[in-house]
């Protein structure tokens, strides 16, 4: 519903959506044991002993390895100056220029990890979003419910200091970036103390007039039913036509996520469980910008599926599809969406898995096609990598920390992406390679593995192997975001690299950073 009262769809509407969407059932691995717990390991009769300080290889070669040992899974973003190419990641700024000798070129430049960059043609800048929110409500041993069992975190997010939103930044001299403003997704003064709602944690700005924000905006957003979370986020569009002032457009969100809600809170599927991920995870995708004719949004909800909005009047998002199959309890089944291949007419879903040693339903990639975005259809299952035939274990269910994807190749990178490649990061199995060139029956076609950090005893020290990848689409190189540190990989797959400085000729979506060089 919008803020203004105006809906793009009724709630008896959602609701038949949801009962309709069907499709096929998630599928789980054979060995499911129940979830208690996602910040404390629970090792399983067959579990490997330690960890594996292997790194594993198929189809694939490391050419460059940045920062090793360190931990580097955070999400990428990338920006060119004539030749010349920068990541933004972690805080830092790294030259990437010659991708065999990548460099710290600007430490600590920035605040947040949550990075989203783009050229702003109109004002001839790069602007640079980054994010900030609440704490999770995380399992102990003694709370292995979260906020369920301790309620007293809940007050410790109500009361968290800081801001809760988004700041940007004039990233044109990338040696010395610029605070522009910053934004409190509650709409108040974002130099407050303390406010109220969730921040963000995924959101999406392509250099356009708007961003679109994962955010719960205030207080009242608290049907979220995995203990993880204390909030419920939904989408929050802000008009950055002037990142100076960034003006508040709409909120959008699911009936029944607000206190003052519960007849249709009561209708959910997931109503009450205090399992499903009842909430956006992020970002509201927007291929083409509205303001040159795009229409449409595409978003990952957790347990609510995959939504697909009208943008055509930006103040009222109107909810057209929904992709909602039968799925288990448990993990986040949609956390991303890749619309990188929209002009091949259709898209991959991916969840993310919570805890460790597989204590929870494996949820499925879906490929979905979406030539009729009112009617999402499931046309396959992405396959499930198994390990190296040389490894100490023989599923990643026994490999220790978390199984599953994670992160796409982000989606504003140089060049247009493979038609028929794509990677995933995917925890404790590295990044993994897929062929799609037919999306009814994608294939695993190779695999780079690193090797595990941090120590068996401390868990938070190894839980996330692999996190995040960006592919330069243009020079056929991936940037591997470990726990070990940062890797260019190369693969046949992709096609035969390029590690000569470069200008960039186009980016991944219409439009994007046009006019930057």
């Not at 040696?175 to 709409?187: F, G, I, N, R, T």
């Not at 992020?282 to 957790?302: F, I, Q, R």
Request: include cysteine.
């Amino acid at each position: 519903m919008a803020e203004n009262g105006k809906s793009g769809i009724t709630r008896r509407d959602f609701i038949k959506a949801g009962a309709a969407a069907g499709g096929l059932a998630a599928a789980g691995p054979e060995l499911i044991v129940p979830a208690l717990a996602n910040r404390h390991p629970q090792p399983r009769p067959t579990s490997y002993k330690m960890l594996d300080r292997n790194m594993y290889r198929k189809n694939a070669e490391v050419v460059a390895h940045f920062d090793p040992g360190e931990e580097r899974e955070a999400k990428m973003q990338m920006m060119a100056i004539g030749t010349r190419r920068f990541l933004f990641t972690r805080g830092d700024v790294i030259e990437v220029t010659d991708a065999l000798k990548p460099k710290m070129f600007n430490h600590k430049a920035f605040v947040g990890n949550q990075v989203n960059l783009a050229y702003n043609r109109k004002i001839g800048k790069w602007i640079l979003m980054t994010g900030a929110g609440i704490a999770g409500t995380f399992s102990t041993p003694k709370a292995p419910r979260g906020k369920y069992d301790e309620p007293s975190m809940i007050q410790q997010n109500i009361n968290q200091k800081g801001l809760r939103g988004v700041r940007f930044y004039d990233a044109t001299d990338p040696a010395k970036l610029v605070l522009l403003s910053e934004w409190s997704c509650d709409q108040g003064d974002p130099k407050r103390e303390v406010q109220t709602g969730s921040g963000t944690h995924r959101s999406f700005y392509d250099g356009g007039q708007y961003a679109y924000l994962d955010t719960a905006p205030d207080n009242s957003f608290i049907r979220m039913e995995s203990s993880v979370r204390y909030y419920c986020n939904c989408v929050q569009i802000i008009d950055v036509s002037n990142p100076v002032s960034p003006k508040f457009v709409t909120n959008w969100w699911v009936p029944g996520q607000r206190e003052g809600e519960e007849e249709d809170y009561k209708k959910w599927r997931e109503y009450g469980d205090r399992e499903s991920w009842t909430t956006l995870h992020g970002p509201m995708y927007v291929p083409t910008k509205v303001e040159d004719g795009g229409k449409l949004g595409y978003s990952a909800w957790g347990a609510f599926g995959m939504l697909v909005h009208d943008l055509s009047d930006i103040r009222n998002p109107k909810l057209i599809g929904r992709f909602y199959p039968k799925m288990e309890k448990g993990g986040l089944p949609f956390h991303t969406i890749d619309i990188a291949r929209l002009n091949r007419g259709f898209v991959i879903t991916n969840p993310e898995v919570l805890n460790p040693d597989c204590n929870e339903p494996l949820q499925p990639l879906w490929v979905l096609d979406v030539k009729d975005p009112t009617k999402p259809r499931p046309l396959a299952k992405m396959p499930t990598p198994v390990p190296p035939a040389d490894a100490p274990y023989n599923n990643f269910c026994d490999k220790r920390g978390r199984f599953g994807p994670h992160n796409p190749p982000h989606m504003k990178a140089p060049g247009k992406a493979h038609p028929n490649f794509t990677a995933y990061a995917y925890f404790n199995a590295g990044v993994q390679f897929f062929n799609i060139e037919n999306p009814a029956k994608p294939r695993n076609v190779g695999y780079f593995i690193p090797p595990q950090p941090g120590h068996l005893d401390d868990y938070l020290s190894y839980p996330r192997d692999a996190g995040a990848v960006f592919i330069e689409w243009d020079r056929n190189i991936m940037w591997c975001g470990t726990g070990t540190g940062l890797y260019c990989v190369t693969t046949p797959a992709l096609g035969k690299p390029n590690f000569e400085p470069m200008a960039v000729k186009e980016w991944t979506l219409p439009g994007l950073n046009v006019g930057h060089a």
